[in-house]
């Protein structure tokens, strides 16, 4: 496969094309600032699976109204430390900022937060969201269900989505620790990446439509969990907190991303946010994260690793290095967000 020429984008610049792209679209002014921000949180980190690779297919869902243009949110709080955030099915990325910004309220004052998110779209890299939380000082895990794409465990048919989960802590220097994964041996963004590059796939990240491995990311009919058995579990309690807690399609009955784009999906996340102050001291907690950190560094790397790293932090160094380079972007991509169509 030959691979597609990248074009380097300064970020606020490519922020900016993604936010046009998505007014033009037809989604209001607030709704697509905020996915923009979620875009370019990816794209900016090097989690291209989730950055410009999304824009035609969120701007066509948005153009055929499979997103609510005009949604009526409602929070309920339901006890002293819990409640659930109605997103009328319009864009997740707003949705679970907002639903976010509640559950970090409830902890502020109770010590714990916990928020349902109901019917919600695509709410993007969720890491985001629990980054958001850690950035006010507290210990953050979301959880989200993704379409019906993945073979359980010694299975050959889809059953679970992608079901990412990101968890968050602050330390004393530094930005806070952010772990965010598919339960997939890899998201499914990474076999659209692979598509936009023409880029051929590992054999051990999905199989094609007859349950073989496949290299050909045009081949691929599902994906796999992440280590087996374990990701296949994961993969179901995500699904079990995010879905059917909440009273939502669940499994196999969610909603395919890019079936009909004309029709709402319905999908759930979930946030908990834990206020470290109501667990112990909260200077002694974060001083004891920024020396995991340290002690992690100074672990003699493996033959073929330069260092340990904490998570997140590849995603910061690249950060870094696109400050200075731009964020690579498909060429073909670049045009289609310079381009006036929508689809
Ligand atoms: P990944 O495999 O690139 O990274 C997973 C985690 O491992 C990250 O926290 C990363 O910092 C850490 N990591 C990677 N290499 C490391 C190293 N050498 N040392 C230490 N830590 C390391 O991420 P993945 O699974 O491809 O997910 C990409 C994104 O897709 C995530 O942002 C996720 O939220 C998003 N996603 C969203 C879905 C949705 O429906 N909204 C569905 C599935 C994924």
Known sequence: M??????YVERNELRELFKTK??????????????????IFADERGIHSHGSVRTQYYAERIAKK????????????????????FGDNTVGHYVA?????????????????????????????????AEQAAKRGMVALTVCQSDPMVVPFGGTEPYFGTNPIAFAAPRENGEPILFDMAT??????KI????????????TWAVDK???PTTDPFEVGALLPVAGPKGYGLMMMIDILSG??????????????????????RLGQFHIVINPAFFGDKDQFLKQVSEMVEELHAIKPAKGFDQVYYPGEIQEEVKAQYKESGIPVAQSIYDYLQSDDIY
């Open 66 to 85: 499979g997103l609510n243009l005009d949604p009526q949110f409602n929070f309920e709080q339901t006890g002293p430390s819990t409640g659930t955030y």
């Open 22 to 39: 998505l007014v033009n679209a037809g989604l209001p002014n607030y709704l697509a600032d905020k996915t923009a921000d979620l875009m």
């Open 184 to 189: 997939t041996v890899q998201a499914w963004g």
């Open 244 to 265: 059917s807690l909440l009273g939502l399609p669940f499994g196999k009955h969610v909603t395919s991303m890019y079936e009909d784009l004309s029709e709402y999906r």
């Open 210 to 212: 007859n349950g073989e």
């Open 192 to 203: 659209l990446d692979a598509r936009s590059k023409n880029k051929s796939i590992p054999d």
């Open 97 to 129: 900022y907002e639903a976010m910004e509640k559950a970090i309220t409830l902890a502020e004052d109770s010590g714990i937060g916990m928020v349902g998110v109901k019917e919600i779209g695509h709410s993007g890299a969720i890491g985001y969201f």
């Open 2 to 7: 030959s691979e597609e020429a990248l074009v």
